[in-house]
């Protein structure tokens, strides 16, 4: 069965559920799933819950799926670039589970791989904490925490092949092959799709067998912060 669609919205037809948990991958604004955040602000889909690193920033990214109001809970770890994310959140219009960022990283990872849960230092002692079961080792006091899996996992790849195996490039090889792997459902958008046998078996970061559905899309690729050196003065 074939696995390239034609677009985002084909992509999503049939998949997307109020109320559904999605993963959303990218480090900031770099590698995000653009088209497919995009598509799932115009399906209208409400309730969401939406575990990604970064709640995207004002007017881009996730920021559209909180400007129309369509999440209901986010599972993030930085979230400091989206002021309408702060104004939601403190008025309590949003609900947030905050995770340092290694330990987000490994819940997905582990969700992905059958796991359950792990005990990690990280966060003893500390609100992240609270409520969860704390047990040492060796001397040390660990933290317990679940893994994490979603209805849905929208991923964005720099190439694939016709059989959903990806590359991913630089910075956006973070977030973006745990969580397809986490997804009960994946959708990939790349660059560019090649066909089966042209990409280096050793090169593949993510076999096709984690990929449903993909497509070609389109990138805008903005900079979340433009950092440039004042010009000297002769």
Same mark, same amino acid.
């Given at each position: 069965? %074939?696995? +390239?669609?034609a677009?985002?919205?084909a992509?999503?037809?049939?998949?997307?559920?109020?109320?559904?948990?999605?993963?959303?991958?990218?480090?900031?604004?770099?590698?995000?799933?653009?088209?497919?955040?995009?598509a799932?602000?115009?399906?209208?889909?409400k309730?969401?819950?939406?575990?990604?690193?970064?709640?995207?920033?004002?007017?881009f990214?996730? %920021?559209?799926?909180?400007?129309?109001?369509?999440?209901?809970?986010?599972?993030?770890?930085?979230?400091?670039?989206?002021?309408?994310?702060?104004?939601?959140?403190?008025?309590?219009?949003l609900?947030?589970?905050?995770?340092?960022?290694?330990?987000?990283?490994?819940?997905?990872r582990?969700?992905?791989?059958?796991?359950?849960?792990?005990?990690?230092?990280?966060g003893?002692?500390?609100?992240v904490?609270?409520?969860?079961?704390?047990?040492?080792?060796?001397?040390?006091?660990?933290?317990?925490?679940?893994?994490?899996?979603?209805?849905?996992?929208?991923v964005?790849?720099?190439?694939?092949?016709?059989?959903?195996?990806?590359v991913?490039?630089?910075?956006?090889?973070?977030?973006?092959?745990?969580?397809?792997?986490?997804?009960?459902?994946?959708?990939?958008?790349?660059?560019?799709?090649?066909?089966?046998g042209?990409l280096d078996?050793?090169?593949?970061?993510?076999?096709g +067998?984690y990929?449903?559905?993909?497509?070609?899309?389109?990138?805008?690729?903005?900079?979340?912060q433009?950092?440039?050196?004042q010009?000297?003065?002769?």
């Amino acid at each position: 069965m %074939g696995k +390239i669609v034609a677009d985002a919205r084909a992509a999503l037809e049939g998949v997307a559920f109020d109320g559904m948990t999605v993963m959303s991958g990218g480090f900031g604004l770099c590698g995000i799933p653009e088209n497919l955040i995009a598509a799932l602000r115009d399906s209208g889909v409400k309730g969401l819950t939406v575990i990604s690193n970064n709640a995207g920033v004002d007017g881009f990214g996730l %920021g559209q799926l909180l400007e129309t109001r369509q999440i209901a809970k986010m599972i993030s770890s930085y979230v400091g670039e989206n002021k309408e994310f702060e104004r939601q959140y403190l008025a309590g219009e949003l609900q947030l589970e905050f995770n340092p960022q290694g330990t987000l990283a490994e819940r997905i990872r582990a969700g992905g791989a059958g796991i359950p849960a792990f005990f990690t230092a990280t966060g003893v002692g500390t609100l992240v904490a609270e409520g969860k079961e704390v047990r040492e080792f060796d001397g040390r006091d660990y933290v317990m925490e679940t893994g994490l899996v979603a209805d849905l996992a929208i991923v964005k790849a720099w190439k694939a092949d016709e059989r959903g195996n990806l590359v991913f490039r630089k910075t956006a090889r973070n977030f973006n092959p745990m969580m397809a792997t986490a997804g009960k459902v994946t959708l990939v958008e790349v660059e560019e799709i090649v066909s089966t046998g042209s990409l280096d078996p050793d090169q593949i970061h993510t076999p096709g +067998i984690y990929v449903d559905r993909l497509f070609k899309g389109s990138f805008e690729k903005r900079i979340e912060q433009r950092t440039v050196r004042q010009k000297e003065v002769a």
